[in-house]
């Protein structure tokens, strides 16, 4: 637990010092590049940390021993393990190359931001801790999105659209970030728009529609519960709706505008879908993907909505502690922190 709270605080230092100086320097990029290199390595060394820790060891021996096929486990992932396999290392070399491509696209993010030292503060209790650590496959899918959304630009939508695409190959839920970009997107909307839904039916087709019924069966049928489902996205929600009353102050590209907003509408559906008692697993999964939005919404908040000093401080204090709150009681009451407690790591453990 104890390394937990030394990279909370470690962030946290830097979240305040960056706002203190203002302008950022190349030394703070530096810094900041160096913790998230740090965070990639907490993420890909860790040892019998998180949920389904045991799952993952048991695809790696399938993959290993070449036991695989199209319909079993997602190819990006499969070709990780299969590489891992054949070099005769261990699942520390998996885990590690997933956490460097989710590092990149969280980097990729937060380096455009007015305070990413603040962003990374807010990615750091739920997106950092609990999905990187123990979501692989979708910890690497938002992490190519996060990239995907950093680079979102209508003359540069078939970059997008590979970013996306490569998210798919490591969970086929990443899928759901097209229709939000198709909807965003302000000129060229037939051609480009037609390019899109073309994509998203063809990537449907090829990695989704073979694993439908197993989701629905999973988490509709059934009616999986998510723990916690509520207070998560409750809090994308609340972001969400801060970034609709607040949007003209973001100073963000038109088109990335619109596409923030789309995803500020669906954290809002999501909260609606909760509360009407839909399925919250399936929703929550879904959700992960929105929880960038956080990130974006906080750091430009307390840059240009709150310009005086004296209520940027203060803003700064209260996501500080808030996040502490949500990282303690997760720790704390999570009803499956166990899971990643105590934090133990290669070749230590």
Not at 81 to 110: D, I, P, R, T
Not at 206 to 224: I, K, P
Not at 239 to 261: E, K, N, Q, T
Request: hydrophobic share 55%; aromatic share 14%; proline share 4%.
């Amino acid at each position: 637990m104890v390394v937990y709270w030394v990279l909370f605080a470690l962030v946290a230092v830097g979240a305040i010092a960056r706002f203190e100086h203002g302008t950022p320097g190349p030394s703070q990029y530096r810094g900041l590049l160096a913790v998230i290199a740090l965070i990639g390595a907490l993420v890909g060394f860790r040892y019998q940390v998180g949920g389904d820790w045991d799952s993952y060891l048991h695809q790696f021996d399938f993959y290993r021993r070449g036991l695989y096929g199209p319909a079993f486990g997602d190819p990006g992932y499969a070709l990780i393990n299969a590489a891992a396999g054949h070099l005769g290392v261990g699942m520390w070399a998996v885990n590690l190359a997933c956490a460097g491509l989710f590092c990149l696209g969280l980097y990729l993010l937060l380096r455009s931001q007015p305070n990413p030292w603040l962003g990374l503060l807010v990615a750091v209790p739920y997106l950092i801790i609990v999905v990187a650590m123990g979501y692989t496959r979708q910890s690497v899918a938002i992490g190519l999105v996060m990239g995907a959304l950093a680079t979102f630009d209508r003359h540069h939508i078939g970059r997008f659209c590979l970013w996306i695409l490569a998210a798919v190959m490591f969970h086929k839920s990443a899928i759901v970030i097209l229709p939000l970009a198709l909807l965003a997107i302000s000129a060229n909307r037939l051609v480009t728009g037609a390019m899109v839904l073309l994509l998203t039916v063809a990537l449907y087709h090829a990695f989704v529609a073979v694993r439908v019924d197993q989701f629905v069966g999973n988490y509709v049928v059934q009616r999986m519960d998510s723990s916690g489902a509520l207070v998560r996205v409750s809090m994308g929600a609340t972001c969400g709706l801060v970034y609709l009353l607040f949007r003209p102050h973001f100073r963000l590209s038109p088109d990335l505008s619109a596409l923030w907003r789309n995803v500020s509408l669906a954290s809002l559906g999501a909260l609606v879908a909760v509360l009407a008692g839909v399925a919250s697993a399936a929703v929550d999964r879904l959700a992960l993907y929105a929880l960038p939005l956080q990130s974006i919404v906080l750091t430009r908040l307390t840059a240009f909505v709150l310009a005086t000093r004296t209520a940027g401080q203060a803003a700064m204090v209260v996501i500080v502690a808030l996040y502490a709150l949500v990282l303690f009681v997760w720790l704390t009451y999570g009803a499956y922190s166990t899971y990643w407690i105590p934090y133990r790591f290669y070749p230590f453990s």
